[in-house]
């Protein structure tokens, strides 16, 4: 889907290219990526860099345009891995500006008719619209952190009373989000110092906006290695807790077999085909089933005295 506004805040859309536009695009179809190749001059190996899900972020100058890449956090339903990034490609010329992802994200949500309605001052520069979307991209990075945490507890009190490994391997899909997280925002961190230090950005940079934005990514970059730190020695210490509770399961079942051994052995033992003095008693029957009951007590009791029930 294209969507061109007049502005970076995207408060009024527009049908034609115009002079320092805005253009959003989200999950271009072949015809839509013909028209940027076409009617907007992108080339084609830059569209194919943003559209490639593994590409790193990076800026890259040519004489008439820049192009820098991002990668934004965006949710993943079908893969079972619930959190993912992407790349975010900004495209930039002297006559317009253009914004470029696979799918689409919160970052720039191509349904809302204005992804910075709150800002009530126009974006009329294109790199602080850019650091604006490096803060977006840091505020939901630390959103969807808290939801992995949030989600990491949840599986901690199933994994407490486990015995199989389904637990343990939700948690490893919580851990590679974290992994995903951390290798993203280091990269963007790199890319905001770039474009900080860059000498071939002309345009003023809003320096307070930059300095919130690499607030925002150190933020979120040191929290997702905090959780990181954390599920990783949660693996390790789960993964014994699980072997433990199988310890103690099959502990119980033997337990159980040996107190239902003394009834077997008794039974085995009157029931042989050989003089056992009580053959010829009518209260054999009774008097054998009350000691194997006796004795099974007794058996129980001592297990329990020694703590192993």
């Known amino acids: 889907m294209i969507k061109i506004f007049k502005t970076f805040g995207g408060y009024v859309e527009i049908d034609k290219l115009q002079k320092n536009c805005w253009i959003n695009t989200t999950n271009p179809t ?33 004489d008439d345009w820049t192009l820098i890449i991002l990668r934004i956090p965006v949710e993943m339903k079908n893969n079972g891995v619930p959190f993912h990034t992407i790349p975010l490609g900004i495209f930039i010329t002297p006559e317009f500006t253009l914004t470029l992802c696979l799918q689409d994200n919160e970052v720039l949500p191509i349904g809302q008719p204005s992804p910075f309605r709150d800002q009530y001052k126009e ?29 990491t507890s949840l599986i901690e009190q199933d994994l407490e009373k486990s015995i199989k490994n389904k637990e343990l391997n939700k948690l ?15 990269a963007n961190e790199i890319v905001l110092a770039k474009l900080r230090n860059s000498k071939k950005i002309t345009s003023e940079i809003n320096e307070d906006l930059l300095e919130d934005a690499l607030i925002e990514n150190k933020q979120a ?20 807790v699980i072997s433990n509770n199988l310890n103690d399961v099959m502990k119980k079942l033997t337990l159980i ?30 008097i054998i089933i009350l000691g194997s009951l006796i004795l099974s007590f007794l058996g129980v009791m001592l297990f329990r005295k020694r703590q192993w029930f």
């Open 30 to 62: 072949p015809d839509e990526i013909t028209k940027l190749t076409v009617d907007f001059g992108l080339p084609n190996d830059v569209i194919n860099d943003i559209l490639d899900q593994d590409e790193r972020p990076r800026i890259e100058f040519e």
């Open 123 to 151: 974006i009329t520069d294109s790199i602080n619209f850019i650091l604006r979307l490096f803060l977006r991209s840091g505020n939901l990075y630390l959103r969807y952190l808290k939801q992995i945490n949030q989600m």
């Open 172 to 186: 490893l899909k919580m851990e590679k989000c974290l992994v995903y997280f951390i290798t993203s925002i280091k």
């Open 221 to 240: 970059l040191e929290m997702a290695q905090i959780y990181s730190d954390i599920q990783s020695g949660m693996m390790d210490a789960f993964a014994s």
């Open 257 to 286: 077999s040996i107190i239902l051994m003394i009834p077997t052995l008794i039974a085995s033992i009157f029931g042989m085909n050989v003089p056992n003095l009580m053959e010829n008693s009518m209260y054999a029957m009774p």
